[in-house]
């Protein structure tokens, strides 16, 4: 079986990461492979032992272009499937050239965010089928009339042998200059609202009453990025609020950090969260879309509501003051990973919808 898929994302995380997690997964199950990919992009440079790689111009939802270009490539290459993976233009035109060579073609949602109900049932049946990688998300697209039979849920992977470092806190003190008595919390995310950052600076204040020696550390890059910042210089929490940006090393930092948040009112899955009980990391964090299925309320981490400032705010003291129940959280949460996402499972998920869609078209 000879799949294309087709990611317009340029770098290494995220959904491009699960696209080439996926490849791994498939490529072990004698699949062939070929990625679509913006030129010049980290995940084509990292597909390249596992795809044929075909690198071509991608400038989002209006560049028709792509659509001729797609259309070449799929008629060149002969794909029994053709898999989109990203927005941007991508599931758009990657659709429509499939949809006119006469290809199958189907897409993974990886957001949890509503769009018209009219707009939705176009866009979705136009696939031969939808994968989720929550079921968060496809409540929502079958909120919106998607048909229930259309749509698979296929949850999202880390690589368990990756997130598997013993903590190294004389590393994580000397590289982001703290000191051994920190309690230290992090976050990653992209820097816009709906990933809660605002919330965690407007009330550190209050944690730091109770955890004076708390450290939160907010890694990540975005548009909000400079407004956090001033944010926190005009709090005064600047000795205790750092912005590192995006890091190469997560496995190490996941690792070595003493609790996760994210209270975030919008999220697919997160894979940070998934990477992040990977490392046995007990997590704080907002019911929004896929993150109850990673975040079990007092099984791995403490689950509040939407917008709760003050339950997140009062499960991180809590937490910050119980190292056994942050320890004990934290193996129940690799203990989940290993059981529900791992490599394998979702690409033998992802296989079973390939076979399901030929058989059917």
């Not at 965010?113 to 697209?141: C, D, M």
């Given at each position: ?33 070929i990625l679509v990919c913006p030129v ?118 880390v690589d368990l042998s990756k997130f ?185 998920g992802n296989l079973a919808v390939y ?7």
């Open positions: 079986m000879k799949i294309m898929h087709i990611e317009a994302g340029r770098h290494l995380y995220g959904g491009a990461q699960q696209v080439i997690y996926l490849m791994q997964g498939l490529q072990q199950l004698a699949i062939d492979n010049d992009s980290e995940v084509g440079k990292a597909a390249e032992a596992l795809a044929t790689v075909l690198p071509v111009s991608m400038k989002g939802d209006l560049d028709i272009g792509l659509y001729f270009r797609l259309k070449r490539l799929i008629k060149q290459h002969k794909p029994d499937i053709v898999h989109v993976h990203s927005r941007r233009g991508a599931d758009l035109w990657g659709r429509l050239a499939a949809n006119h060579l006469q290809v199958p073609v189907i897409c993974s949602r990886r957001v949890d965010n509503t769009e018209p109900g009219w707009f939705a049932r176009w866009k979705y049946h136009g696939y031969q089928h939808v994968i989720t990688i929550s079921e968060g998300i496809r409540r929502v697209l079958l909120a919106e009339g998607v048909n229930p039979q259309h749509v698979t849920t296929v949850h999202s992977s598997n470092l013993a903590p190294n806190r004389d590393w994580l003190n000397n590289e982001f200059n703290l000191s051994g008595e920190d309690f230290v919390i992090a976050n990653f995310a992209q820097m816009i609202e709906r990933k809660g950052q605002r919330m965690l600076i407007e009330n550190f204040s209050k944690i730091l009453d109770v955890l004076p020696q708390a450290k939160l550390l907010l890694f990540g890059k975005g548009p909000k990025k400079e407004e956090y910042q001033a944010l926190v210089e005009e709090r005064g929490l600047q000795t205790s609020i750092k912005f590192p940006g995006f890091r190469s090393e997560m496995p190490q930092i996941m690792s070595s950090v003493d609790l996760v948040v994210h209270p975030a009112s919008m999220e697919g899955l997160g894979v940070a969260l998934l990477q992040s009980a990977a490392c046995r990391k007990a997590i704080v964090a907002t019911a929004a879309g896929g993150i109850p299925e990673i975040v079990i309320n007092q099984h791995n981490g403490a689950l509040l509501s939407i917008g709760d400032s003050d339950g997140v705010t009062k499960a991180i003291i809590e937490l910050g003051g119980d190292d056994n129940k942050r320890h004990e959280m934290g193996m129940r949460g690799r203990t989940l990973v290993e059981e529900t996402f791992s490599i394998d499972a979702m690409s033998k076979k399901q869609v030929l058989a059917g078209y």
